[in-house]
């Protein structure tokens, strides 16, 4: 069956760095749209990161842009989201997802001083 495993989340201080991995199995990962998404607490999920199959096209929220990176590793089937200059607002629950329709269980990322 399909899984989507996330790592990496935490507690970090503002302006600082994270890498969130998302491993893949069940499916054919180097086929496969991959999209990073985030919900904070009392808002909607919302769509952070995009990546094509072959990684060659990517996409991001206004939000991130200039501070979050989306790559991919189709070797590893891993998905990841380098996230820089980290800001308050960047914390939610961070979640990874195949095809629209395939989600991981999430992990959090807390940013505090």
């Known amino acids: 069956q399909v899984q989507l495993v996330e790592s990496g989340g935490g507690l970090v201080q503002p302006g600082g760095s994270l890498r969130l991995s998302c491993a893949a199995s069940?499916?054919?990962?180097?086929?496969?749209?991959m999209r990073w998404y985030r919900q904070a607490p009392g808002k909607e999920r919302e769509l952070v990161a995009y990546?094509?199959?072959?990684?060659?096209?990517?996409t991001y929220a206004d939000s991130v842009k200039g501070r979050f990176t989306i790559s991919r590793d189709n070797a590893k089937n891993t998905v990841y989201l380098q996230m820089n200059s980290l800001k308050p607002e960047d914390t939610a629950v961070y979640y990874c997802?195949?095809?629209?329709?395939?989600w991981g269980q999430g992990t959090q990322v807390t940013v505090s001083s």
């Open positions: 997802n195949a095809r629209s329709i395939y």
């Open positions: 069940g499916f054919t990962f180097s086929n496969a749209v």
């Open positions: 990546i094509s199959p072959g990684g060659a096209s990517t």
